[in-house]
């Protein structure tokens, strides 16, 4: 986001105060993507821990002691994990399968910068490299779900609703938290870096003011 900020200020200032505007800038969207990131992983850890869905690897990872003889078709709440072999953690982590972390960060992720290289990526003589940057992002986001699936760590009912939790919360944060990446007001970033000459005599006062938008200002007495 530093760099595509940076990108949109080319020769509109100076090299100093363009790079310290660009992070200001890109230091305020990183904050919001924060808070709705911060939200967000917390109602999945929430849910994760209200629902307590097993994971496909429950059996291997658990071991539970009334698995060994069991009756096809009995549903068991009462049981005793015997596996030692891995820490208890992985065991209590092994009940949390819905919804899907993993996927529901990939496409937070995804969905958000993909939102911001639409909004905020200068335009160039190529038309090909917002799109080819939105493929990039929705590719991280659709590997992370199907990865989850096939190292056999979640059943795809948890990717497909970790995913779409993911996608609604990108949508929250990029329309509501970051206005759609409208820059309301840049009076603080254009003033970072100012200097100010004053030169008087009696009748005229001139000011040259080195800021983002390099303006001279004449002032007569």
């Keep these: 986001m530093w760099i595509v900020e940076a990108l949109r200020g080319i020769g509109q200032s100076s090299r100093i105060c363009l790079w310290k505007r660009s992070l200001y800038i890109s230091l305020n969207w990183y904050n919001k993507f924060l808070i709705g990131f911060s939200i967000h992983i917390a109602i999945i850890e ?78 160039f003589r190529c038309k090909w490299t917002v799109p080819l940057l939105q493929t990039t992002c929705f590719i991280w986001a659709a590997t992370c779900g199907i990865t989850r699936i096939t190292d056999n760590r979640h059943h795809w009912w948890d990717v497909l609703f970790g995913g779409i939790i993911g996608l609604i919360f990108a949508a929250y944060t990029a329309k509501i938290l970051c206005h759609n990446f409208r820059v309301i007001s840049t009076r603080s970033s254009d003033d970072i870096e100012s200097s100010s000459i004053h030169l008087s005599n009696n009748k005229t006062l001139l000011s040259v003011t080195t800021s983002a938008k390099d303006e001279v200002n004449i002032h007569h007495a």
């Design 46 to 123: 929430a849910m994760k821990t209200l629902m307590g869905e097993s994971r496909p690897h429950f059996l291997d990872t658990c071991r539970p002691d009334t698995a060994v003889n069991c009756t096809i078709g009995t549903y068991i709440s009462d049981f005793t994990c015997t596996n030692t072999e891995v820490s208890a953690q992985l065991v209590n982590d092994s009940f949390r399968s819905f919804p899907s972390g993993h996927s529901s960060v990939g496409n937070f992720e995804g969905l958000f910068m993909a939102w911001y290289f639409f909004i905020r990526f200068p335009s």
